[in-house]
């Protein structure tokens, strides 16, 4: 079973207002301070989960495209050294895509990163400056540019369904966007996170966010879009050509084994949940005292694992095998999923069985939190 490793980088050169990561602004960072500790928590995590060498690396944030590539081989090396790395390992850096980051890419290209996530969001200046981006559209461009000369694989996230957008304007600019010729496009509908500063911009009438029916209609817009194009949906808010897909992000939808180090970081490993601390200080200083950033270290039992791979399985266009999961937790089918509930959403084209597969339908997939909630069996625990 593939086994992915996430690393994250919690600093940013600036928070952006719609966004709930885990991402902190300091004006100085002790690289060699943090290098140590992240190799100290590297090594932690590979003394309690040795074994199968990873199949993909994913240095998130934050902005990891801060970070000197000397500081990513450095992680990388020893990540090879603990593990070792699978032929093909997918290695995966986020990156904003300013002229100064950008420069960058070479030597993150050096330092073995084959994949780089581009944070896009607009190709819009206007809109680019509603999401308290740092850069413009003509730089986006040029590091769009810039990255599919360093690296084999290139994503462009983007954020669409922004107040007064209209069906026009997004056509547009996804198209100028699958113009482009990356692999791989993660399309998000803008979201108000409680905590950010869209929430309270929101709370004092500054904006209104767009309503669900014209949110909807751009769904299915960017749909039948990226299909055209070559790149279906394969996850939620996910496109690629066949073959293209996130490998990392993968091994998570299908609930495989990954692990976590650095402030914030989430795991996954031999039915056990992990959790580290967020605030970049707290980590340092767990890891000074303990060896590890780890704040939460939990069993989960057969119920919660078979649930969470239900809620992460479905968001897929494959779906998720029944009967896998129930020979893979012990639990009988009639336990994981309400068929009278799949029956009804299959009578509305809102979900789809074949033999034990069941996936939601692009008709579904609008309506997906609320299909779960309706789908997953009573009593079945959910995280």
């Known amino acids: 079973m593939a086994r992915a490793l996430y690393i994250h980088w919690p600093f940013c050169a600036r928070k952006c207002p719609y966004c709930d990561f885990n991402s902190h602004v300091r ?116 590091a769009l540019g810039t990255a599919r000369s360093w690296f084999g694989r290139v994503n462009a996230d983007l954020i669409y369904a922004r107040p007064g957008q209209t069906d026009t304007e997004w056509r547009d600019e996804l198209s100028r966007a699958l113009d482009l010729g990356t692999g791989h496009l993660s399309l998000y509908q803008l979201t108000i996170e409680a905590g950010t500063r869209f929430a309270t911009d929101v709370r004092l009438g500054s ?43 993968l091994a998570y939808w299908r609930y495989h084994d990954y692990l976590g180090a650095g402030p914030g970081a989430h795991g996954r490993r031999g039915g056990r949940a992990t959790v580290r601390h967020k605030k970049p200080e707290n980590w340092l200083s767990a890891v000074a005292e303990h060896g590890h950033g780890i704040d939460e270290d939990r069993g989960l039992d057969r119920r919660e694992q078979a649930s969470e791979a239900l809620l992460m399985g479905l968001r897929l266009a494959e779906g998720v095998d029944l009967a896998v999961l129930a020979r893979r937790f012990e639990i009988p089918v009639e336990e994981l999923i309400d068929r009278n509930r799949v029956t009804f959403h299959a009578s509305l084209g809102l979900v789809q069985q074949r033999a034990s597969r069941i996936t939601i339908t692009d008709a579904g997939m609008p309506l997906l939190d609320a299909l779960l909630g309706e789908l997953v069996a009573e009593g079945l625990v959910t995280a």
């Open 27 to 142: 004006d100085t960072v002790d690289h060699a301070t943090w290098q140590r500790a992240l190799i100290a928590d590297l090594r932690h995590e590979a003394a309690l989960a040795p074994g199968d060498p990873l199949e993909s690396v994913f240095f998130g944030g934050g902005t990891p495209s801060l970070m000197p590539p000397a500081l990513v081989a450095a992680l990388l090396a020893e990540a090879e050294r603990l593990w070792g790395f699978a032929p093909g390992i997918e290695i995966t850096l986020e990156a904003n895509p300013s002229s100064v980051e950008a420069d960058r890419f070479a030597g993150l290209a050096a330092a073995g990163v084959n994949r780089v996530s581009l944070g896009v969001q607009a190709l819009d200046d206007h809109a680019l400056r509603f999401l308290g981006r740092l850069h413009d559209a003509a730089e986006a461009l040029s």
């Open 207 to 249: 904006f209104t966010p767009m309503a669900d029916d014209p949110a909807a209609d751009l769904f299915a817009l960017t749909r039948e879009l990226t299909a055209a194009a070559g790149l279906p949906a394969y996850e939620i808010s996910n496109h690629a050509r066949p073959g293209e897909e996130s490998r990392h992000n």
